[in-house]
Protein backbone atom coordinates (compact mmCIF):
# COMPACT_ATOMS: atom_id res chain seq x y z
CA UNK A 1 0.00 0.00 0.00
CA UNK A 2 1.40 3.78 -1.06
CA UNK A 3 -0.04 7.08 0.25
CA UNK A 4 -2.60 8.43 -1.88
CA UNK A 5 -4.68 11.78 -2.11
CA UNK A 6 -8.19 10.03 -2.38
CA UNK A 7 -9.51 7.53 0.44
CA UNK A 8 -11.08 4.46 -1.22
CA UNK A 9 -14.61 4.81 -0.79
CA UNK A 10 -15.55 1.47 1.38
CA UNK A 11 -13.22 3.14 4.70
CA UNK A 12 -15.10 4.83 7.35
CA UNK A 13 -13.65 7.19 10.09
CA UNK A 14 -13.22 5.12 13.16
CA UNK A 15 -11.82 8.16 15.34
CA UNK A 16 -9.79 11.31 15.67
CA UNK A 17 -7.12 12.50 17.80
CA UNK A 18 -7.16 16.33 17.77
CA UNK A 19 -5.50 18.50 20.00
CA UNK A 20 -6.55 21.85 18.50
CA UNK A 21 -10.08 20.80 20.37
CA UNK A 22 -9.41 18.84 22.91
CA UNK A 23 -7.61 20.69 25.65
CA UNK A 24 -8.14 18.00 28.40
CA UNK A 25 -5.96 15.73 25.77
CA UNK A 26 -3.53 18.47 25.09
CA UNK A 27 -3.40 18.94 28.74
CA UNK A 28 -2.54 15.21 29.33
CA UNK A 29 0.03 15.30 26.65
CA UNK A 30 2.38 17.80 28.40
CA UNK A 31 1.99 16.44 31.65
CA UNK A 32 2.61 12.97 29.93
CA UNK A 33 5.72 14.49 27.79
CA UNK A 34 6.87 16.22 31.70
CA UNK A 35 6.95 12.39 33.26
CA UNK A 36 8.49 11.32 29.94
CA UNK A 37 11.61 13.99 29.84
CA UNK A 38 12.33 13.02 33.23
CA UNK A 39 12.23 9.19 33.03
CA UNK A 40 14.17 9.70 29.73
CA UNK A 41 17.12 12.53 30.89
CA UNK A 42 17.83 10.06 33.75
CA UNK A 43 18.62 7.33 31.52
CA UNK A 44 20.22 9.38 29.31
CA UNK A 45 22.31 11.16 32.23
CA UNK A 46 22.73 7.13 33.21
CA UNK A 47 23.84 6.31 29.57
CA UNK A 48 26.38 9.36 29.81
CA UNK A 49 28.14 8.52 33.10
CA UNK A 50 28.60 4.94 32.37
CA UNK A 51 29.81 5.32 28.96
CA UNK A 52 32.38 8.58 29.86
CA UNK A 53 32.93 8.27 33.84
CA UNK A 54 36.32 10.46 33.08
CA UNK A 55 33.98 13.28 31.30
CA UNK A 56 31.36 13.04 33.44
CA UNK A 57 31.49 12.32 37.04
CA UNK A 58 28.17 11.42 37.83
CA UNK A 59 26.92 15.13 37.90
CA UNK A 60 26.77 18.15 36.12
CA UNK A 61 29.22 20.67 37.39
CA UNK A 62 27.88 23.89 36.59
CA UNK A 63 29.77 27.24 36.30
CA UNK A 64 29.75 29.56 39.47
CA UNK A 65 29.36 32.69 37.53
CA UNK A 66 26.50 34.21 38.52
CA UNK A 67 26.89 37.35 37.12
CA UNK A 68 24.05 39.22 34.38
CA UNK A 69 26.17 38.18 31.36
CA UNK A 70 26.66 34.83 32.26
CA UNK A 71 22.95 34.55 33.03
CA UNK A 72 21.91 35.38 30.24
CA UNK A 73 24.44 33.44 28.18
CA UNK A 74 23.04 30.79 29.89
CA UNK A 75 19.11 31.33 29.15
CA UNK A 76 19.95 32.12 25.02
CA UNK A 77 21.85 28.54 24.94
CA UNK A 78 18.68 26.64 26.17
CA UNK A 79 16.59 28.50 24.28
CA UNK A 80 18.98 28.12 21.01
CA UNK A 81 18.78 24.15 22.27
CA UNK A 82 14.69 24.46 22.61
CA UNK A 83 14.37 25.78 19.57
CA UNK A 84 16.66 23.70 17.79
CA UNK A 85 15.62 20.57 19.13
CA UNK A 86 11.69 21.44 18.04
CA UNK A 87 13.12 22.25 14.01
CA UNK A 88 15.28 18.91 14.46
CA UNK A 89 12.01 17.07 15.59
CA UNK A 90 9.46 18.39 12.59
CA UNK A 91 12.50 18.57 9.75
CA UNK A 92 12.45 14.75 10.57
CA UNK A 93 8.74 14.12 10.22
CA UNK A 94 8.37 16.14 7.31
CA UNK A 95 11.29 14.59 5.85
CA UNK A 96 9.45 11.20 5.66
CA UNK A 97 6.14 12.80 5.19
CA UNK A 98 8.09 13.81 1.58
CA UNK A 99 9.86 10.56 1.02
CA UNK A 100 6.27 8.95 1.53
CA UNK A 101 3.95 11.60 -1.01
CA UNK A 102 6.33 12.68 -3.01
CA UNK A 103 5.40 16.42 -2.07
CA UNK A 104 5.87 18.93 0.57
CA UNK A 105 4.64 18.72 3.90
CA UNK A 106 2.84 21.66 5.88
CA UNK A 107 4.62 23.25 9.37
CA UNK A 108 3.36 25.10 11.81
CA UNK A 109 3.93 26.36 14.93
CA UNK A 110 1.49 27.19 17.86
CA UNK A 111 1.70 28.12 21.59
CA UNK A 112 1.92 24.87 22.66
CA UNK A 113 3.49 22.23 20.45
CA UNK A 114 4.39 22.62 16.49
CA UNK A 115 3.95 20.02 13.68
CA UNK A 116 4.58 19.14 10.30
CA UNK A 117 1.39 17.23 8.36
CA UNK A 118 -0.01 16.07 5.04
CA UNK A 119 -3.14 16.88 5.25
CA UNK A 120 -4.16 15.78 1.82
CA UNK A 121 -3.15 12.50 2.07
CA UNK A 122 -3.63 9.05 3.52
CA UNK A 123 -1.35 7.14 4.33
CA UNK A 124 -0.98 3.43 5.09
CA UNK A 125 -0.64 2.18 9.00
CA UNK A 126 2.89 1.21 8.39
CA UNK A 127 4.04 3.93 6.78
CA UNK A 128 3.04 6.60 9.08
CA UNK A 129 4.12 3.98 11.77
CA UNK A 130 7.80 5.35 10.76
CA UNK A 131 6.61 8.91 10.03
CA UNK A 132 5.75 9.00 13.35
CA UNK A 133 8.16 7.59 15.13
CA UNK A 134 11.13 8.53 13.38
CA UNK A 135 12.40 11.92 15.19
CA UNK A 136 12.12 10.04 18.59
CA UNK A 137 14.06 7.21 17.68
CA UNK A 138 16.57 8.88 14.89
CA UNK A 139 17.68 12.01 16.89
CA UNK A 140 17.61 9.82 20.45
CA UNK A 141 19.88 7.47 18.51
CA UNK A 142 22.07 10.24 16.96
CA UNK A 143 22.04 12.11 20.43
CA UNK A 144 23.45 8.49 21.93
CA UNK A 145 26.34 8.59 19.63
CA UNK A 146 27.28 11.92 20.37
CA UNK A 147 27.21 11.44 23.67
CA UNK A 148 29.89 8.60 22.87
CA UNK A 149 32.12 10.03 20.48
CA UNK A 150 31.74 13.69 20.66
CA UNK A 151 34.35 16.03 22.56
CA UNK A 152 33.36 16.66 26.32
CA UNK A 153 31.52 19.88 25.46
CA UNK A 154 29.17 18.44 23.93
CA UNK A 155 27.68 16.03 26.15
CA UNK A 156 25.21 18.40 28.13
CA UNK A 157 23.86 20.41 25.40
CA UNK A 158 23.34 16.99 23.30
CA UNK A 159 21.65 15.51 26.21
CA UNK A 160 19.64 18.36 26.78
CA UNK A 161 18.68 17.99 23.17
CA UNK A 162 17.29 14.42 23.15
CA UNK A 163 15.75 14.69 26.92
CA UNK A 164 13.69 17.43 25.16
CA UNK A 165 13.20 15.50 22.37
CA UNK A 166 11.59 12.42 24.20
CA UNK A 167 9.43 14.79 26.10
CA UNK A 168 8.28 16.52 23.03
CA UNK A 169 7.69 12.66 21.35
CA UNK A 170 4.38 12.21 23.71
CA UNK A 171 1.86 12.83 21.32
CA UNK A 172 3.73 10.86 18.77
CA UNK A 173 4.13 7.84 21.12
CA UNK A 174 0.37 7.66 21.34
CA UNK A 175 -0.35 8.08 17.69
CA UNK A 176 1.80 5.01 17.65
CA UNK A 177 -0.03 3.00 20.56
CA UNK A 178 -3.02 3.52 18.61
CA UNK A 179 -2.19 2.70 15.16
CA UNK A 180 -0.95 -0.50 16.61
CA UNK A 181 -4.19 -1.38 16.96
CA UNK A 182 -5.47 -0.98 14.19
CA UNK A 183 -5.07 -3.66 11.06
CA UNK A 184 -2.24 -2.96 8.34
CA UNK A 185 -5.10 -2.07 6.06
CA UNK A 186 -5.59 1.13 7.54
CA UNK A 187 -5.24 4.70 6.46
CA UNK A 188 -3.90 7.76 8.65
CA UNK A 189 -4.96 11.39 7.68
CA UNK A 190 -2.97 14.28 9.72
CA UNK A 191 -3.55 17.47 9.46
CA UNK A 192 -1.07 18.57 12.12
CA UNK A 193 -2.75 19.17 14.98
CA UNK A 194 -5.50 16.17 14.55
CA UNK A 195 -4.90 12.83 13.32
CA UNK A 196 -7.91 10.94 11.66
CA UNK A 197 -7.92 6.55 11.38
CA UNK A 198 -9.90 5.11 8.54
CA UNK A 199 -10.54 1.38 8.19
CA UNK A 200 -12.64 -0.58 5.34
CA UNK A 201 -16.03 -1.18 6.37
CA UNK A 202 -17.04 -4.27 7.44
Do not use: K
Not at 18 to 26: C, E, H, M, T
Not at 51 to 56: F, H
Not at 136 to 149: D, N, R, Y
Not at 186 to 200: E, I, K, M, S
Amino acid sequence: MSATRTLPAHYRNIGTLDVSRDQRLLLFLNLGGLLLMGIAGWLFFRFAAWLRPSDLSGDFQFSQDRSPGAVIALIAAILVLFVFHVVAHEAVHGLFFCLFTRSRPRFAFRWAYAYAAAPDWYIPRDLFFIITLAPFVLITLAGLLLIAFAPPAWILPTWFVITLNAGGAIGDLAVAAWLLRQPRTCFANDRGDAVTLYVPAQ
